[in-house]
């Protein structure tokens, strides 16, 4: 489109970008940054720049590392915290093989494929995240530390601290770059907040999160703060999340809505829970993909533990919030902000499709509170529990064709020779836990 390249080769001159950074994500969802001048911006838009593959996480062996990268140019953005003199823009990439071919270790690539599936089926799929992230002090050296100043609760309005300083300066910048922000808060536990922003398409949405990461980052530091988006940084209170909040559309129009279904829920959205809840269990090596990740899946922290769905309880696995007509939406609550968010949305829209494809049932909804359930209880009526540790995961996902089709081959070997390399170095550590309970007393 030799339009479009025209035109951000003249945005970018109006605006006297003199740096672009192509960016695009390794298979774990590290941010990857190539930095290129002006005068290289429209080699780069023919998708004629190379890199070294070899030089990322799970991309490819040395003997075929060329890549090459395609920016999207939907995604080119000024970032309004650095000088607009001589300013600096972005463009998130596709990663391509050297014979122009889209390149399987791409997780942007990746997502695109369960995009199109859904496309052939008539659906577009919209997805609203809900990240939450703690924002800690950095001691003189500058690492971070795990102190908080603020001393406020849930949706506390005082006092005003350095968080809530930085947090009101990463809206002002996310607004710059055209996010629409729902909501901003303080979180439950101290140090912790949240961000919502409105919904988009899936694709959209992905770099969505890719970009608001990195907003929230920069922003922290420059505010003299550390941000993480780890699942669970401190024993004892609540860890972060990343809710998501997901819908088919249909010809416009919501598919999941239905005034005459049960719940007002359409065939469609009953089949889409159903996908969800059979292939919770092998998603969760994606959307929990850390070690951590699993001790924020634990009773008393408002964090899923058992794979069950409601529409009237906020606690389950998936929820049905309350509204209906255009906002109709599931939302799968196990999901946290280390997720690779190209590689989860693109599982939870495979388990989704697969749902409606095959028609799978969804268990009948959990009204009652799990957690006063007895694990015989919970057999009773067929409640599984979400896996226990990210080897559990492992497991699951090695067992589940459905959620591995979804990522394809070279993204699903990769992906689990790491994950389980990360898990066998974790085995063999002697923790202070152990040190505290054992040494004296054997
Ligand atoms: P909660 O009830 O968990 O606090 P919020 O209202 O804070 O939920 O978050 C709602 C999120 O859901 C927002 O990101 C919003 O844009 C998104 N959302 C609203 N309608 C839809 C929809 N039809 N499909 C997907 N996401 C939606
Ligand atoms: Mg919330
Ligand atoms: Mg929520």
Redesign the pocket.
Not at 326 to 329: E, S
């Given at each position: 489109k030799p339009e479009v390249k025209q035109e951000i080769l003249k945005k970018a001159k109006d605006l006297d970008v003199q740096f672009i950074r192509l960016q695009f994500t390794d298979i774990f969802g590290v941010m990857k940054n190539v930095a290129i001048t002006r005068d290289q911006l429209e080699k780069a838009l023919d998708g004629e720049l190379m890199f070294d593959g070899s030089s990322i996480e799970g991309f490819v062996r040395i003997e075929e590392s060329d890549m090459y990268l395609k920016p999207d140019p939907d995604t080119f953005a000024v970032f309004p915290w650095r000088p607009q003199e001589g300013a600096v823009a972005r463009l998130i990439c596709d990663i391509y093989n050297p014979d122009g071919t889209p390149f399987s270790g791409c997780p942007r690539n990746t997502l695109k494929k369960v995009i199109a599936e859904a496309k052939e089926m008539g659906y577009t799929m919209?997805?609203?995240?809900?990240a939450e992230f703690f924002l800690f002090h950095t001691d003189q050296n500058g690492k971070p530390t795990l102190e908080t100043h603020d001393k406020a609760g849930y949706f506390d309005l005082t006092p005003v601290d350095q968080g809530e300083n930085a947090r009101r300066d990463m809206v002002l910048t996310l607004q710059q770059l055209g996010f629409e922000i729902?909501?901003s808060h303080h979180e439950v536990a101290p140090g912790q907040h949240e961000i919502?922003?409105?919904?988009d398409d899936a694709l959209t949405t992905a770099d969505n999160i890719l970009t608001f990461k990195y907003v929230v980052r920069t922003l922290a530091q420059r505010h003299g703060l550390h941000a993480t988006f780890m699942a669970k940084p401190i024993m004892g209170i609540n860890g972060s999340g990343m809710?998501c909040?997901?819908?088919l559309f249909k010809d416009g129009k919501?598919a999941f809505y239905d005034p005459n279904g049960e719940l007002e829920l359409s065939e469609d959205a009953h089949y889409y829970i159903g996908g969800l809840v059979k292939h919770a269990r092998a998603m969760a090596a994606i959307t929990n993909p850390t070690i951590n990740s699993y001790k924020r899946l634990v009773p008393g922290y408002e964090a899923p533990v058992y794979v069950a769905w409601s529409a009237r309880n906020r606690s389950p696995l998936i929820r049905i919030?309350a509204r209906r007509g255009?906002?109709?939406?599931v939302?799968m609550r196990n999901p946290d902000p280390s997720t690779n968010p190209y590689l989860a949305i693109a599982v939870m829209l495979k388990a989704g499709l697969d749902g409606i494809k095959n028609k799978i049932e969804a268990p009948k909804p959990v009204n009652q509170n799990i957690y006063e359930m007895n694990a015989a209880q919970r057999a009773e009526v067929g409640i599984d529990s979400l896996p226990g540790s990210l080897e559990e995961a492992l497991v699951e996902l090695k067992g589940n064709t459905i959620i591995q089709s979804a990522l394809g081959e070279h993204i699903y070997r990769r992906f689990v020779d790491a994950k389980q390399l990360e898990w066998d170095k974790y085995r063999i550590q002697v923790t202070n836990w152990e040190l505290e309970n054992y040494l004296t007393m054997f």
């Open positions: 919209n997805v609203g995240p809900e729902e909501a919502d922003f409105k919904y809710h909040n997901q819908s919501n919030p255009v906002g109709t939406r939302e």
